[in-house]
């Protein structure tokens, strides 16, 4: 019998020491080759405007500088909103479309996947058609609806429909039925736990990937929302809305562009840095079977 690779006292696939070093040379160049879109676009927001048109265009900057973040600013300041009220928005608008959006998908799934009622098929069948349809053709009902709530012009127009998504409730309810065991429910139900503590306390640990997952979609897509046409109040647009307007001057603000293609990128990028630790982490830990 072979006998079985560990490290740090714990067993690992049966692979050679050779074949671990091969594919750790693989994934080190695909993931060299994944990071050079990054790579370029901050080399781009270093680029004078000489450098920004030049033909052939070259990868990196050979004379960085800053002047393109020292413009964007300048143009900031230049905005009869106060920059920091779009920055204020999008944070918003981000933190709480998010969080709801989590807590509401969650239960729902959880119900769906865990607790047998009347008509859960019929509404899980609702929800997989529902993912098929894009925003663009639900567009004049949505308005239709917030019009008669009166959401039109109110930070509930963003907040709202994010809450709502129906992609996040199919992930967790997926997930929530491989993952999270049954007969571990109702042992918990036995000792007398209520259903929202067997939800909070049992279940949503179980699926931490899963929620983890949820958090850097939605974010990702409310911080990088533009212009909507649910909001004609100034003072209530979005960040990305503001640095749109800024660098559609043409070519002379190429620069401003470049150096607010990096700002916008980073915030998601750092949530995702941090979350995908505890992703890899989980999955690899949590797998339990009945």
């Not at 002047?67 to 300048?74: A, E, G, R």
């Not at 929800?127 to 012009?153: K, P």
């Not at 850097?216 to 307007?245: C, D, R």
């Amino acid at each position: 019998m072979a006998k079985l690779r560990t490290r740090k006292h714990r067993v690992v696939l049966s692979r050679s020491t050779g074949g671990d070093a091969g594919i750790t040379v693989v994934m080190t160049i695909l993931g060299l080759f994944m990071v050079l879109p990054m790579v370029y676009t901050i080399a781009q927001s270093l680029k004078p405007l000489d450098e920004l048109w030049m033909y052939p265009p070259r990868f990196l900057v050979s004379n960085p500088t800053l002047k393109n973040f020292t413009d964007l600013f300048s143009l900031m300041n230049t905005s009869w909103v106060p920059f920091s009220r779009y920055v204020f928005n999008t944070i918003f608008n981000s933190i709480f479309g998010t969080a709801g959006h989590l807590l509401i998908a969650s239960m729902c799934a959880y119900a769906l996947a865990k607790i047998r009622f009347p008509g859960s098929t019929g509404m899980f069948t609702m929800i997989r058609t529902s993912l098929m349809f894009h925003t663009t053709v639900t567009t004049i009902t949505s308005f239709i609806i917030m019009s008669a709530f009166g959401w039109i012009d109110t930070p509930l127009a963003i907040i709202i429909p994010a809450w709502g998504s129906t992609l996040g409730l199919y992930l967790m309810k997926q997930f929530m039925d491989t993952n999270v065991a049954d007969a571990i429910l109702e042992s918990a139900r036995l000792d007398g736990a209520n259903e929202f503590y067997t939800f909070w306390v049992i279940a949503m640990p179980m699926v931490k990937p899963a929620w983890l997952t949820l958090i850097i979609y939605s974010f990702q897509g409310l911080w990088n929302q533009g212009a909507s046409i649910y909001i004609y109040s100034e003072q209530l647009k979005s960040f990305n809305y503001a640095i749109g307007q800024i660098t559609a001057g043409g070519i002379k603000r190429a620069g401003a562009s470049a150096a607010a293609t990096v700002l916008m990128m980073m915030v998601p990028i750092i949530v995702f840095v941090v979350s995908q630790s505890n992703i890899i982490e989980t999955m690899g830990s949590s797998g339990m079977k009945d």
